[in-house]
């Protein structure tokens, strides 16, 4: 039986991905520090929920401090998901977004490199790229981000990928566009105006409404990162996303739609931190992971709205 160990696991693609693995019958060791960067009870009951797995183990850790020597050394596959996450409002925390996102991972890496793992998964986020690339960003398009989360996340990729070169690591960078779906953390856009619809109060939209985003549902994210557990060489860095994009209006739209609901909406100046557009191409991910989305963003979003009413509402 394999074992993997998923770090920030209590997160929203950390539970799912867990899940998908241990659906499969592939041990789960998972590693979370519980941070409250939101609610850690919201991450408890998703650590909850993979209790019900008698393969899954969880220790409650900060990888800055922890003692790697406590985990089962026969540990075959590393996705590596725990950061700080977010785009909005990263400048004003710059030694958390540091410690986290770069930190954390020379740490866990420097004793990744000493083991035998089979592959080595490490999250990545389409906040890196230049918004002023042409649509749709491959792998190979500008990096230019804009706040402290992408400039933390492009830090951290230099790092992972001279330590794949000097010691051949089965490293890969998978690059993340815009995951949604039902366990969406509360402080994402989606999350915010389900709630804000259901609570009759207005949904507040900074900038025009024009702004695009490719939004990927989560169980895409977490199949793709189950497939790239079983495939040998891999390209240091592939985007997973949906192929396509949504303005921030047709997605109000498709929400009322969807619903049944309408509340009012009102347009603030735009954070100056936030890209325009966002699409990735997924050309990477089909050729070398036999990726393919199964969610439309019509499904998506139905299915997250059912996991807001049967939980929060």
């Not at 592939?26 to 993979?50: E, W």
């Not at 347009?267 to 089909?286: M, V």
Request: glycine share 4%; aromatic share 10%; charged share 25%.
């Amino acid at each position: 039986m394999k074992t993997c160990l998923i770090t920030g696991v209590a997160g929203f693609i950390g539970f799912h991905t867990a899940h998908l693995l241990l659906e499969n019958n592939i041990r789960v060791i998972g590693v979370d520090a519980l941070t409250p960067y939101y609610d850690p009870a919201i991450k408890k009951k998703n650590i909850q929920d993979l209790r019900k797995f008698d393969l899954f183990t969880f220790h409650e850790e900060n990888l800055l401090s922890m003692d790697f020597s406590s985990l089962d050394q026969s540990i075959h596959y590393l996705i590596h998901l725990a950061a700080s996450p977010g785009v909005r409002f990263s400048d004003q925390r710059e030694k958390e977004y540091i410690d986290n996102n770069i930190k954390a991972t020379e740490v866990l890496l420097d004793w990744a490199k000493d083991q035998s793992f089979e592959k080595i998964i490490i999250a990545s986020t389409s906040s890196i790229y230049d918004d002023r690339n042409a649509l749709p960003y491959s792998e190979s398009s500008a990096l230019l981000p804009k706040a402290l989360y992408g400039k933390s996340k492009l830090r951290m990729e230099k790092f992972c990928l001279d330590l794949k070169e000097k010691y051949n690591l089965p490293l890969v960078l998978l690059r993340y566009f815009s995951a949604y779906g039902p366990r969406q953390r509360p402080d994402m856009a989606l999350h915010i105006f389900m709630k804000k619809l259901t609570a009759k109060e207005k949904i507040e939209i900074y900038g025009d409404g024009l702004q695009s985003r490719d939004f990927t549902f989560v169980k895409d994210v977490a199949q793709a990162n189950f497939l790239a557990l079983h495939q040998n060489n891999l390209p240091n860095i592939i985007n997973i996303a949906s192929g396509s994009r949504i303005t921030v209006n047709d997605l109000i739209e498709k929400l009322f739609s969807i619903t049944g609901l309408q509340t009012q909406v009102i347009y603030t100046p735009k954070l100056n931190e936030e890209s325009n557009h966002t699409e990735g191409d997924i050309t990477l991910a089909k050729e070398k992971l036999n990726y393919s989305p199964s969610y439309s963003i019509d499904e998506g979003i139905l299915l997250q709205w059912k996991w807001i009413k049967t939980n929060l509402i």
